[in-house]
């Protein structure tokens, strides 16, 4: 026989406590919920932060006992670059979409003023995403692959000494946009007794800093325990390898070094063990939720307040989103409307400043006109003149000109006239008698025909 179950309600809100009568069935919304949960899938976002070489992709595939395909990076990149991959996980019946963004080239520039402004910008662009899938009229958040960042680990270089100035710049830019897990990188290469107090100076700084790490959540009675023994561990000094050893009769991932081994999941040589488990065994839907109601909400109200939109009015009264959009449609109308007149008179304005403008500019052309006409006027009377006393000279010239010519040609005919006469008493014919045929000297001196009369007879003349 069931017994009468109670269904606990809070009080002071008109809620009270009534007995059931019998079994109803709502104790199995947390097997729906995991049923549901489990057919859709999970997914969850790494970013890996540090500098090239401390083996941070070795790291995730040991995480995860896996080989995730990738290029290695070098140390001549330009500038911080995010490189993003997405895979597909299965585990028995759970699916996982994991994405791993690692920053490609970060630290390895001389000047490292503004290496961890690609990191916020990338972080931003994909609370940015989500927000306007929010927003939309038409929403598939049930089917939007989310990209928010859900744990940043950052890897710290085993130096042995204290933190650098670009890790302390970057996590403390970092800490209110992400779940920070600092871990001490490739931790065998610095002793047990350096490793512990090089732990306890990181701590320190951190503090001293101002940066907020991700602590494990300790108000779940179920992970309480090992949630606050594992906060004192923080941060973790892990080593990552995927060579699997032969130690004893079983085979594990260690490394091969001279003066020995070193054990990846042997707690006594580093923390990997503690990572897996706080990662991804107990805390993993906790980072989740921690990003969306912590650090996502905190760049939603952010930007929803650049926006415009309060929850408040100024006497301090609830204001509701619909009120909001009103008074910011109604407060944007007027100030476009101000803008409008603003404009408008402006634009009288100038116009009345560009028609002076353009009278002065007539009037100067007018001026100008005037000026050039009187010129022209003046230049044509001149050359017309010169044109006058030009042509006089011409006239004058041919008048000279037709009286020489008339003077030579009568000088030509009287000189002629004397040489002709001259010249036909040297050329007259001289008539030779002999007993042979005459011959006549002609004034061309050539004697063409002879003449057959008895006594008579041509001869050339010798002229």
């Known amino acids: 026989m069931l017994l009468p179950r109670k269904l606990q309600l809070r009080e002071g809100e008109g809620c009270r406590t009534v007995p059931l009568a019998g079994h109803v069935g709502f104790d199995s919304l947390p ?77 390895d520039q001389i000047n490292k003023e503004d290496s961890y402004k690609p990191i916020v910008e990338f ?33 710290i270089a085993p130096t042995g000494h204290s933190l650098k100035s670009l ?28 490793l512990t107090k090089f732990k306890i100076k990181i701590t320190s700084e951190l503090v001293n800093n101002g940066v907020q790490i991700y602590q494990f959540p300790t108000d779940d009675e179920s992970v309480a325990e090992i949630n606050g023994t594992m906060n004192a561990h923080l941060p973790f000094a892990v080593i990552g390898s995927t060579e699997e050893l032969k130690i004893g009769n079983k085979m ?51 930007k929803l307040e650049e926006m415009g939109f309060k929850d408040t009015d100024p006497d301090s009264k609830p204001f509701s989103l619909q009120e909001t959009y009103e ?24 116009v ?3 028609e002076a403008e353009l009278k002065e500019a007539e009037k100067e052309l007018h001026e100008k006109f005037d000026r050039l006409k009187k010129l022209h006027q003046d230049e044509k009377k001149k050359l017309e003149d010169k044109k006058k006393s030009l042509d006089d000279e011409v006239n004058a010239f041919k008048q000279r000109k037709t009286a020489a010519e008339l003077l030579q040609s009568q000088g030509s005919q009287a000189g002629g006239s004397q040489t002709l006469k001259r010249d036909k008493e040297k050329k007259k014919p001289t008539l030779h008698w002999g007993t042979t045929a005459p011959s006549v000297c002609l004034p061309w001196g050539l004697a063409t025909q002879d003449v057959w009369a008895p006594g008579y007879h041509w001869v050339k003349n010798a002229d």
């Open 252 to 302: 594990m991932k260690a490394r091969q070094y001279p003066w020995g081994t070193v054990q990846v999941e042997n707690e006594a040589h580093c923390d990997f063990v503690k990572l897996r488990e706080m990662l991804i065994r107990v805390n993993m839907e906790d980072l989740r939720e921690q990003t969306h109601s912590r650090h996502y909400e905190l760049y939603r109200r952010c």
């Open 167 to 194: 890790d302390l710049v970057t996590m403390k830019k970092l800490d209110s946009k992400v779940n920070i897990i600092p871990i001490i990188a490739k931790s065998d290469a610095i002793s047990k007794s350096e």
């Open 352 to 354: 009345k400043e560009k």
């Open 327 to 350: 008074a910011k449609r109604n407060e944007f109308l007027g100030e476009l409307q101000k803008k409008e007149e603003e404009m408008r008179q402006m634009f009288v304005q100038r």
């Open 31 to 107: 097997d729906q919920l995991v049923n549901k949960s489990v057919s859709q899938g999970f997914c969850f976002n790494i970013l890996c932060v540090g500098e090239t070489g401390l083996g941070k992709s070795t790291l995730m595939d040991t995480l995860f006992n896996t080989k995730f395909e990738g290029e290695p990076a070098t140390h001549t990149q330009p500038g911080v670059q995010l490189r993003s991959n997405t895979y597909d996980l299965q585990e028995s019946n759970v699916g996982l979409k994991l994405t791993i963004v690692s920053t490609v080239g970060f630290g």
């Open 123 to 155: 972080i931003d662009a994909q609370f940015e995403a989500y927000l306007q899938e929010e927003l939309k009229i038409r929403r598939v958040l049930h089917t939007y692959h989310d990209s928010r960042i859900h744990a940043c680990l950052y890897f």
